[in-house]
């Protein structure tokens, strides 16, 4: 479903599932578990996430008006050309922002 790695502080999410309503205990989980060490700083790496539903979408909206409450952001890197659609038919990229390489995205928390 997913690998976890902390680059620094950062904290690097590859999802290698779609996020969708089926995986919802998995992403929460995931991106959980970066809350609990301090200022959350989290990039999501959507390379080899091949879908979204709405569920999902709710998923990163929620977890990043979290992370923003406590001083932190999520970053998303690499979506592919179909969820890049979802994202902005939904306007929910307007919530991110959004990276072409993850460790570009990793590095920008340093600026």
């Known amino acids: ?3 976890y790695m ?6 690097l999410i590859q999802f290698t599932s779609p996020l ?15 809350f609990d060490q301090g200022q959350p700083q989290i990039v999501i790496d959507l390379e080899n996430v091949v879908l979204m539903d709405s569920r999902g979408l709710e998923l990163l909206v929620e977890s990043q008006q979290r992370c923003l409450e406590l001083g932190g952001c999520i970053k998303l890197a690499k979506p592919n050309e179909l ?3 979802i994202l902005e038919a939904t306007n929910v990229v307007s919530q991110f922002e959004v990276f072409d390489d993850h460790l570009v ?3 920008s928390f340093a600026q």
């Open 105 to 107: 995205a990793v590095g």
């Open 20 to 34: 969708k309503r089926d995986h919802a205990e998995e992403i929460t989980s995931a991106i959980d578990r970066c």
């Open 6 to 11: 902390k680059r620094g502080a950062v904290h």
């Open 83 to 85: 969820c890049r659609d």
């Open 1 to 3: 479903m997913y690998e």
